[in-house]
Each structure stands twice: as C-alpha cells, then as structure tokens.
C-alpha cells in the first residue's frame, strides 16, 4: 500500500512563505491528478490547489496568486509553495494523489500555522 507522506509545515509569520512537500513511498501507476487540501479547526476539508499529470493548475480562490503548487511526476512528488500567508492560512495540509482508477491516496497531514 502506497502512503503519501508530507513535510515542511511549521510555524510561519504573516506574510511570510513557505514550503511543504508530499512524496510517495512507492511508485503509483498512472497518475491523473495530485491536489492539496487543507482543514481548519471545527471547518470542512477543502481543496487549496490541484494539479494534473499534463500539469494544468487549479486555485481554490482564496489562495490563486499567492500559493503555487507543482509536482515531480517521476518522483510522485507533489509541493505547495505558500507566500504571503495569512492567518486565516493556518490548517492541517493534506496531500493527495488520485489514479486513472480512481483510487485516492492520502497524506497524514502537515500543520501549518500563519501567527506573529
């Protein structure tokens, strides 16, 4: 069983950037999209930013021009750069990956945190 794990949350200041990463631990086989998630305390997960293996992007309107995600499709790498974070910024971060067969794979989760 293939698992998503994450890294580089923390603790970051308001318009300050960061950088967090999602790597598989094997190899998934036809690959369609990758996305990342977030989920606030006492809030519904959400989807932050997609991207797809042809490498089309999507923004959930909160964050379009302030994050970017890209993926490393032969490493089943997936990142998010975060700037100019704000407050309202601060969840848990989940990776995601999904298959031609539809099949999801999920991150534990990554804490990151926009306060001064």
């Known amino acids: 069983q293939v698992q998503l794990v994450e890294s580089g949350g923390g603790l970051v200041q308001p318009g300050g950037s960061l950088r967090i990463s999602c790597v598989a631990s094997?190899?998934?086989?036809?690959?369609?999209?990758l996305g990342w998630y977030r989920q606030a305390p006492g809030e519904r997960r959400e989807l932050v930013a997609a991207?797809?293996?042809?490498?089309?992007?999507n923004y959930a309107a909160s964050v379009k021009g302030r994050f970017i995600i890209s993926a490393e499709n032969t490493k089943n790498a997936l990142y998010l750069q975060l700037n100019s974070v704000e407050p309202e910024d601060t969840a848990v971060y989940y990776c995601?990956?999904?298959?031609?067969?539809?099949?999801?794979?999920w991150g534990q989760g990554t804490q990151v945190t926009v306060s001064s």
């Open positions: 991207i797809t293996s042809s490498g089309i992007t």
């Open positions: 094997g190899p998934i086989a036809n690959l369609y999209a």
């Open positions: 995601n990956m999904l298959d031609t067969s539809g099949t999801r794979y």
